[in-house]
């Protein structure tokens, strides 16, 4: 008996326990979801270029390399008649004059900042006495095969350092003939040929302490718009042989060279001739003799235009004396600044200002070529 009813309340108390087991189960503590910090991103700051181990060319305005920009350029001529195209490596050449000579033909002299990759610069013609003027504004080493009897003075200045093809001294170094082209087309000058020439000689490498350069250039974040100018999408100079023109490419801002009825090649790489700023500078002048030489006159002051970006604006030039940097002047009469980039001046003689025109589109400088 005593064992049946043990036996009960064991069984009753394992009863208990076994509902008290199915009640609510012992929550567990919540973990806490930590929340991910959000970085704020530092802001990231533009690179500033210091140009640090460059300087501005006096040629171009643009950033070179600072002892490039230190050194005196060359300033070489170059044959432009239909016989010497191609010319070569003209297209590196951060300015060029382009000038009247005898016979109604132009003669350029292209000047080079850096003309050290050049195997082939030509080809390579005479000196006219003018020409070494405009190479004084640069404070240029003067390269050129042959002169004018009128250049034989100036060239035998001591402060004029020069390389010709015909001095003895340095002819054979400086200058080679290509056996391809016939004379007097065929005289080409190498970088490395000019430099032996300017080592034999011994000419002063670097800018003269006193230069102070030749054009006011623009600053890098600004650009010369010639808001108020005159449309100017074709430039037509006047001369009457060769005919050259300019046509304004909207889309890289530069203007594309042609003369002879095509467009002018550089023969090293088969690049068209294009520049930033076109200078149109009236000069006057006289004949020299009944032979024809010309003598223009690089300090008469006169007028002019400025050309850039699709517009045009005229100006007035002044030059203090034959030595020093012509300087173009507004309407306002404030110095101009131009835009950094190549420059092509072309020397107008001022009897024949009626000549230079410019023109909305090519079509129409046809139309007028035509109607002549």
Not at 37 to 62: F, I, N, R
Not at 201 to 222: I, M, P
Not at 356 to 368: G, I, P, R, T
Request: aromatic fraction near 12%; charged fraction near 25%.
């Amino acid at each position: 008996m005593k064992k049946r009813m043990l036996c009960a309340v064991l069984a009753t108390c394992m009863a208990v326990t076994a509902i008290a087991g199915c009640g609510k189960k012992k929550e567990e503590p919540k973990q806490e979801v930590k929340k991910e910090e959000v970085k704020k991103e530092e802001p990231v700051e533009e690179p500033v270029d210091t140009h640090e181990g460059q300087a501005k060319s006096y040629l171009s305005g643009q950033w070179i390399d600072e002892n490039q920009a230190k050194k005196r350029p060359l300033a070489i001529m170059i044959g432009n008649t239909s016989d010497a195209l191609p010319q070569y490596g003209i297209s590196s050449a951060d300015i060029i004059y382009e000038v009247p000579v005898e016979g109604a033909y132009t003669r350029l002299m292209a000047i080079f900042q850096d003309y050290s990759a050049l195997d082939k610069i030509g080809s390579v013609r005479s000196c006219r006495h003018y020409f070494l003027y405009f190479a004084k504004e640069f404070d240029a080493i003067y390269a050129h095969y042959g002169q004018s009897i009128y250049a034989e003075p100036l060239l035998a200045q001591e402060d004029v350092n020069n390389l010709s093809g015909l001095d003895g001294s340095v002819g054979s170094i400086v200058f080679y003939r290509d056996a391809n082209r016939k004379a007097p087309h065929n005289a080409f000058a190498s970088a490395e040929g000019i430099n032996a020439g300017i080592e034999k000689k011994g000419y002063r490498t670097e800018l003269s302490e006193d230069y102070k350069g030749h054009y006011q250039f623009a600053e890098d974040d600004q650009e010369v718009t010639l808001a108020n100018g005159e449309d100017a999408q074709v430039v037509s100079p006047g001369y009457v042989v060769n005919k050259p023109w300019f046509v304004y490419n909207a889309n890289d801002g530069l203007y594309y060279r042609y003369e002879f009825k095509d467009k002018q090649i550089d023969g090293a790489n088969e690049q068209q001739l294009a520049v930033k700023n076109i200078l149109i500078q009236y000069c006057s002048w006289s004949n020299k003799d009944e032979n024809g030489y010309l003598d223009i006159n690089t300090t008469s002051g006169g007028e002019g235009a400025y050309i850039t970006n699709g517009k045009m604006e005229k100006v007035t030039w002044t030059k203090a004396n034959e030595n020093s940097p012509a300087r173009y002047f507004d309407e306002s009469g404030n110095e101009i600044t131009i835009n950094q980039g190549k420059t092509w001046v072309c020397i107008v003689q001022d009897t024949y200002k009626d000549r230079f025109h410019v023109y909305q589109s090519e079509e129409e400088l046809q139309q007028a070529r035509a109607a002549e």
